[in-house]
T-cell receptor, first 107, second 115 residues
């Protein structure tokens, strides 16, 4: 079993839909990142969380440390949100990655 | 957010040659840099961790003589793929972190194709 599990693996949505991507982890962490990887490969860090909730524009990230679970929500999704979203957990000097969720938003 | 610049973004090289990839932190001092490899449709795989001024720590299964990592300054780390083979073709990404900071910033990645 992977230490970082993401679901779903693939997600197709219609423009405007509310999207949720989930991340569960089994190790102790000091922080959790949500990353966005575009088709060209470049990676952008969307959020770093250690507790609670963060919001940036249409993106919301939450984390429940007790349940070892985090979610990334996208409101009013748009085709430009199409990308791979990766959950990464930080433990000391170590970063472990989920397999990613490939999101496709259709117009 | 902080900026990490990785260069080149794409490189094609012949088998047997060496390729150097640079990772620079432009606006902060990166005491730790990480090098990752990504296979098609797979997640990132950590290759090695380097702390400024120290030898890199390689993950199990990563050949240190093949993937040479240098982190000689607080703003620059390099990954050199020596005697490249077609199976080394992959997407390589660096990330950098300041001292005691859990936030990491990613380079744009380098797509290496060995022909």
């Amino acid at each position: 079993k992977n230490e970082v599990e993401q679901s779903p693996q693939n997600l197709t949505a219609q423009e405007g839909e509310f999207i949720t991507i989930n991340c569960s982890y089994s190790v102790g962490i000091s922080a959790l990142h949500w990353l966005q990887q575009h088709p060209g490969g470049g990676i952008v860090s969307l959020f770093m969380l250690s507790s609670g909730k963060k919001k940036h524009g249409r993106l919301i990230a939450t984390i429940n440390i007790q349940e070892k679970h985090s979610s990334l929500h996208i409101t009013a999704s748009h085709p430009r949100d199409s990308a791979v979203y990766i959950c990464a957990v930080v433990n000391n000097n170590d970063m472990r990655f989920g397999a990613g969720t490939r999101l496709t938003v259709k117009p | 957010g902080a900026v990490v610049s990785q260069h080149p973004s794409r490189v094609i090289c012949k088998s047997g040659t060496s390729v150097k990839i640079e990772c620079r932190s432009l606006d902060f001092q990166a005491t730790t840099m990480f090098w990752y490899r990504q296979f098609p449709k797979k997640s990132l795989m950590l290759m090695a961790t380097s702390n400024e001024g120290s030898k890199a720590t390689y993950e199990q299964g990563v050949e240190k003589d093949k993937f040479l990592i240098n982190h000689a300054s607080l703003t620059l780390s390099t990954l050199t793929v020596t005697s490249a083979h077609p199976e080394d073709s992959s997407f390589y990404i660096c990330s950098a972190r300041a001292y005691r900071d859990t936030e990491a910033f990613f380079g744009q990645g380098t797509r290496l194709t060995v022909v």
